[in-house]
Nanobody
Framework: QVQLVQPGGGLVQAGGSLRLSCAAS????????MAWFRQAPGKEREFVAG????????YYTDSVKGRFTISRDNAKNTVYLQMSSLKSEDTAVYYC??????????????????WGQGTQVTVSS
């Protein structure tokens, strides 16, 4: 079992920055891969970024490349999403997700075993 806890998101102006965090407990964090997804009102949940257990591999959806950075601190059992140059279309509920096997950190939501509770990010234009 893995528990994922996400502190609150926030409201930020377009062009601004925000960092999301997700704290994991219940299993060896350093051996699980992690990802961030988001879901905007009326839209399906979409992959944002993923990171392997070793941090060697990271993946991003095209719309956030160059603006968002996923990282992790295995000593703190935490994964982060640093978001910069935010746009109104980034407004969504953001979810962290964990793949217990540690071998997948891609875009398929069904491959993830555990999910955080979600946090609202609102970008005002």
């Amino acid at each position: 079992q893995v528990q994922l806890v996400q502190p609150g998101g926030g409201l930020v102006q377009a062009g601004g920055s925000l960092r999301l965090s997700c704290a994991a407990s219940g299993r060896t964090f350093s051996r699980i891969s992690m990802a961030w997804f988001r879901q905007a009102p009326g839209k399906e949940r979409e992959f944002v970024a993923g990171i392997s257990w070793s941090s060697i591999n990271t993946y991003y959806t095209d719309s956030v490349k160059g603006r968002f950075t996923i990282s992790r601190d295995n000593a703190k059992n935490t994964v982060y999403l640093q978001m910069s140059s935010l746009k109104s279309e980034d407004t969504a509920v953001y979810y962290c997700a964990a793949n217990e096997g540690g071998y997948y950190s891609g875009y398929n939501a069904y491959a993830y075993d555990y999910w955080g509770q979600g946090t609202q990010v609102t970008v005002s234009s």
